[in-house]
């Protein structure tokens, strides 16, 4: 059911929202390093600056550090070094297409997939994310224990310091 602007009266909060103060929330990027991620997302789309075709991914870390953050990747599809590194980063997923108009067919076998991804922090605002490897679990747990576990077997059998 759809609902008119008009039925909501958000008069009577107007003082209160002149009165509010903004915390300034400074975005301090994911730092340098490896962490292990889950695929939330994965969407073909255009790029906002030059509307070039591009595989957009999100990704959410499970760990060592920063666990609950989102990482973002994109793939552009302009020159063959762009799909060089595209068809790397789906065989890394282990996503083998025989022709890449599969993809938008097959986009949902990436979603869950885990993987240890490298950050390079580019400046204090955009960052690069590499897909190093897919990381192979028994099964798809998603409470935090699981995470936790997911994580150390990933650092080696150490404990994840979180």
Request: proline content about 3%.
């Amino acid at each position: 059911m759809s609902t008119s602007v008009n039925e909501y009266d958000l008069e009577h909060f107007d003082d209160d929202y002149a009165q509010a103060e903004v915390e300034d929330k400074e975005y301090k990027p994911v730092p340098n390093g490896k962490y292990q991620a889950s695929v939330a997302r994965v969407e073909l789309t255009r790029a906002k600056s030059s509307g070039n075709l591009m595989l957009a991914w999100e990704l959410d870390i499970l760990g060592p550090n920063c666990i609950g953050r989102k990482l973002w990747r994109n793939n552009l599809m302009v020159t063959q070094e762009n799909i060089k590194w595209l068809k790397g980063d789906l065989i890394t997923c282990g996503l083998e297409l025989d022709k890449l108009s599969e993809l938008p067919s097959r986009l949902n076998e990436l979603l869950d997939i885990h993987l240890e991804v490298t950050v390079k922090v580019q400046d204090k605002k955009n960052n690069s994310v590499y897909l190093n490897k897919r990381l192979i679990i028994d099964s798809v747990r998603n409470d935090y224990e699981s995470k936790r576990e997911f994580a150390d077997s990933a650092m080696g059998g150490g404990k994840a310091p979180f």
